[in-house]
C-alpha cells in the first residue's frame, strides 16, 4: 500500500511542480501548453485504465471524448449564442444554460453512459475482431458527430462555449484522474482483470467474468475521456468533429505506448515526454513556415517523429519506458536493495 | 429491366473494387494474424506516385505499371518496418506499428508533396460512357469489372497451383508446421505483403479512376470498406473476403437506391453497426478459415 501512495505522491507532485513552475514563468503559451497537458493526462489516464489493465486496444477513446465535448456544449452554451450556433436545435436543449462545471460533469457522465450502453457484447471479443470493432465504434461515433447536424451543427465548427477550464480546474482533473487510476489499477476489479490480460484461459477458469470486469473499465475510461472531451471544449472553445478523430487517436496513442501501457507512470511520463516533443517539434515547424524557405507550408513534420519514435520503443522496449513497475514500487525496491548490499 | 440491369453493373463494379481491396487485407491477415491498418496508405502511395510520374510523357500503361510497382515495394516495406521487428511480441505493438506507419506515409504525403489534392493522369476510356442494352454506364465500371475477375482468376491459381501458393496457405492453417517442414517464414511474410500491396496498387488505379485525384487521406475509404468485408466474409478466408466485398457492395448499392436523402448520410454508420453486430453474431465471419494454429 505504501508504494501505491508512493507512486501516487510523486506523479501529483510532478504535475504540481509543472504547474508552480508556468505560473512562476507565467507566459502565456506556456500556460497555454501546460493546459493542454493536463487534458492530455486526464485522456491518457483514462485510456490507461480500459487498455492497460484489459490489454486490450481501443481506439473508440477518442470518440467519447467527443461525446463528453459536445454533450458539455449542448448544455452550456448561452441560449442566444445557440440560436446562432445551433438554429435547429430542440427548443427544449436550447433553453438549458448550466455552469460549465456542470456541464463538464454531465458530458463525463454522458460519454460513460453511451459507452455502457454500445460496449457490453464488444467486450466477449479479444485480439484483432476487439480492435477493429472499437475502431469501427470510432467510425459510428464520428459519422453521428459530422451529421447529425441539429445538434453538432455537422462538420462545422461549433462555437460559443464558455471559457472555463484554466490551469487549476485541468491540473485538479488531472491529479484525480492519477488518483483514481491507481486506485483502480489495485482494486479487485482492477487485480481480475489483469489477470485476464496476462492469461486468459486461466482467470477464465477461475471463474473470472471477463466481459463485465472489462466492461467496468471501459465505462470508467469512457467517463475520463468524456471529462478530458468536456474540459478540452471548455478550454478551445470553439471546435469541430475533425478534432475528435484519428490523428488525435494517435497522439493520445503515443503518448500511453511510449510511455508504457501497463503502469499509470508510463501514461503519465509518456504524456510529458510526448507534448514536449509536440511543442517543440510544432514550434520547430512554425518557425521553418515562418522562414519561407519551402514554397508550401510544412505540415506533418511532427507526426512523423512522433511515429518513428513509436515505431523504435516498440522494437527496442516492447512494453514502453516504464513496463511493469510503477514508479514508487521501483523505487522502494531500490531502496531495499542498498540496505540489503552492505 | 433497365433498373436491374443498371443495379447489376453497380454491384458488380463496386464490389470487384470491393473484394480486391478485401482479399490484400486478408491475405496478411490470414498467415500473420494481425490486421495491417497501413494498407490504406499502399494505395495513396500509387496515387502519389501516378502524380509524380504523370509529367513524364510515359504511356498511360508503363506509368501505371511503376505506380503498382511502387505500391508492391511499399507493401515489402511495411513488413520490414512495421511487422518484422515487433512480430514476434504482442498482437497490440504489430497493430500499433502498423498504425503508426500508416500515420508515418500519410505525413511524409502532406510534408513532401502537398496537402492538397493532386491531378492523377487518366486515360481517354476512363471518362468514356458506354450503352449496353439501354443502360448508360462508364466504361471505367466494366473495366474495373474485367480487372477484378482478371485478378481473382489469377489470384485463385496462385493460391491453389504455384508451390508459392500453397506454401502461403500451408503457413496460414499452421505458420510452426509449415516452418518446421522448411517453408520459409519471412519469405512467405514479405511476398504475401508484396501480393497485397500489388492488390492495392491494382485498386489504387480503379479507385482514384472514379475521383480523379490523389490526397493524403485518400487510403481511409478504402481500408474501411476491406475492414467491414473481410469482417463480414470471415476474416481468414479468402473466399470470404471476396464473397464479403460483394456483399458489402450490394448493401451499399441497395442503401443508396432506397435510403432517403437525409439517411443516406448516415450510411457509413449503418454499415458498421452492421459489422459490430455480424461479429457478435459470428465472430469468424461469414466463411470460417482454416483451423488457427500459433502465430509466430
Excluded at chain 1, 513552475?21 to 490507461?48: E, M, P, S, Y
Excluded at chain 1, 456542470?102 to 484483432?128: K, N
Excluded at chain 1, 513534420?301 to 510503477?326: C, D, H, Y
Amino acid at each position: 500500500m505504501g508504494k501505491n501512495l508512493l507512486t501516487i505522491a510523486l506523479l501529483c507532485g510532478l504535475i504540481v511542480a509543472m504547474v508552480v513552475v508556468t505560473k512562476l514563468l507565467g507566459v502565456r503559451l506556456f500556460d497555454r501548453i501546460a493546459i493542454n497537458l493536463c487534458i492530455a493526462l486526464v485522456l491518457v489516464l483514462g485510456l490507461q485504465v480500459f487498455m492497460g489493465n484489459s490489454g486490450i486496444l481501443s481506439f473508440a477513446h477518442i470518440g467519447f471524448m467527443g461525446v463528453g465535448a459536445y454533450t458539455s456544449a449542448l448544455l452550456t452554451i448561452p441560449s442566444r449564442m445557440k440560436g446562432m450556433s445551433l438554429p435547429d436545435l430542440d427548443p427544449f436543449f436550447a433553453a438549458i444554460e448550466l455552469s460549465p462545471y456542470l456541464g463538464i460533469l454531465i458530458g463525463g457522465l454522458a460519454a460513460a453512459l453511451v459507452a455502457a450502453a454500445v460496449s457490453y457484447p464488444l467486450m466477449r471479443l479479444s485480439d484483432a475482431a476487439a480492435v477493429i470493432t472499437s475502431f469501427a465504434l470510432l467510425v459510428v461515433l464520428h459519422t453521428v458527430m459530422t451529421h447529425w447536424s441539429a445538434v453538432t451543427n455537422g462538420p462545422r465548427t461549433l462555437f460559443g462555449l464558455p471559457r472555463a477550464t484554466d490551469l487549476w480546474l485541468a491540473a485538479g482533473a488531472a491529479i484525480v484522474a492519477v488518483v483514481a487510476a491507481v486506485a483502480f489499477k489495485e482494486s479487485r476489479t482492477g487485480l481480475l482483470l489483469r489477470s485476464s490480460r496476462d492469461d486468459e484461459v486461466a482467470s477464465g477458469a477461475m471463474g473470472v467474468h471477463i466481459p463485465r470486469l472489462r466492461w467496468q473499465a471501459f465505462i470508467l475510461s469512457a467517463l475520463f475521456a468524456g471529462i478530458g472531451g468536456a474540459l478540452w471544449g471548455h478550454f478551445i472553445t470553439s471546435f469541430s468533429p475533425k478534432a475528435f478523430f484519428l490523428k488525435e487517436t494517435f497522439v493520445i496513442l503515443s503518448m500511453l505506448v511510449i510511455g508504457g501501457a501497463n503502469t499509470v507512470t508510463g501514461a503519465v511520463f509518456g504524456a510529458f515526454i510526448v507534448t514536449a516533443a509536440f511543442e517543440s517539434l510544432r514550434a520547430t515547424e512554425a518557425g521553418l513556415n515562418k522562414l519561407d524557405i519551402f514554397s508550401e507550408q510544412v505540415v506533418g513534420l511532427t507526426e512523423i517523429v512522433l511515429a518513428l519514435a513509436m515505431i523504435a520503443v516498440l522494437a527496442l522496449r516492447p512494453g514502453g519506458l516504464f513496463a511493469t513497475q510503477e514508479i514508487g514500487v521501483l523505487l522502494t525496491r531500490r531502496r531495499n536493495k542498498r540496505e540489503d548490499s552492505p | 429491366m433497365t433498373t436491374f440491369l443498371q443495379f447489376l453493373i453497380d454491384v458488380l463494379s463496386l464490389g470487384g473494387a470491393y473484394a480486391l481491396m478485401a482479399l490484400g487485407l486478408v491475405i496478411v491477415y490470414g498467415i500473420l494474424r494481425l490486421v495491417n491498418f497501413a494498407y490504406g496508405e499502399l494505395i495513396m502511395v500509387a496515387g502519389y506516385t501516378m502524380y509524380l510520374v504523370s509529367g513524364s510523357g510515359l504511356p498511360w500503361l508503363v506509368m501505371a505499371a511503376i505506380a503498382v510497382l511502387m505500391a508492391i515495394l511499399a507493401g515489402i516495406a511495411t513488413d520490414y518496418v512495421a511487422f518484422r521487428p515487433v512480430r514476434a511480441k504482442s498482437v497490440t505493438a504489430v497493430l500499433i506499428t502498423s498504425f503508426a506507419f500508416a500515420t508515418l506515409l500519410q505525413n511524409a504525403a502532406l510534408l513532401f508533396i502537398s496537402p492538397r489534392p493532386r491531378n492523377v493522369p487518366l486515360p481517354e476510356v476512363f471518362s468514356q460512357t458506354v450503352e449496353i442494352a439501354g443502360v448508360i454506364t462508364p466504361a471505367r465500371n466494366l473495366i474495373t469489372i474485367a480487372a477484378a475477375v482478371i485478378l481473382l482468376a489469377l489470384f485463385s491459381w496462385l493460391m491453389r497451383r504455384s508451390v508459392l501458393g500453397i506454401a502461403m496457405r500451408a503457413a496460414a492453417t499452421n505458420f510452426t508446421m509449415a516452418r518446421m517442414l522448411g517453408i520459409p517464414a519471412n519469405l512467405i511474410i514479405s511476398s504475401a505483403f508484396a501480393i497485397s500491396g500489388l492488390l492495392a496498387g491494382v485498386v489504387s488505379l480503379l479507385w482514384i479512376g472514379r475521383i480523379g485525384a490523389v490526397v493524403p487521406g485518400i487510403g481511409l475509404e478504402p481500408l474501411l470498406i476491406a475492414f467491414i468485408a473481410t469482417v463480414i466474409g470471415g476474416m481468414r478466408s479468402l473466399q470470404g473476403a471476396v464473397l464479403g466485398g460483394f456483399l458489402l457492395a450490394f448493401i451499399d448499392t441497395t442503401l443508396n437506391f432506397t435510403l432517403p436523402q437525409d439517411l443516406l448520410k448516415f450510411r457509413d454508420a449503418f454499415t458498421f453497426s452492421l459489422v459490430i453486430l455480424i461479429l457478435l453474431w459470428r465472430p469468424e465471419g461469414l466463411i470460417k478459415g482454416p483451423a488457427s494454429g500459433q502465430r509466430t
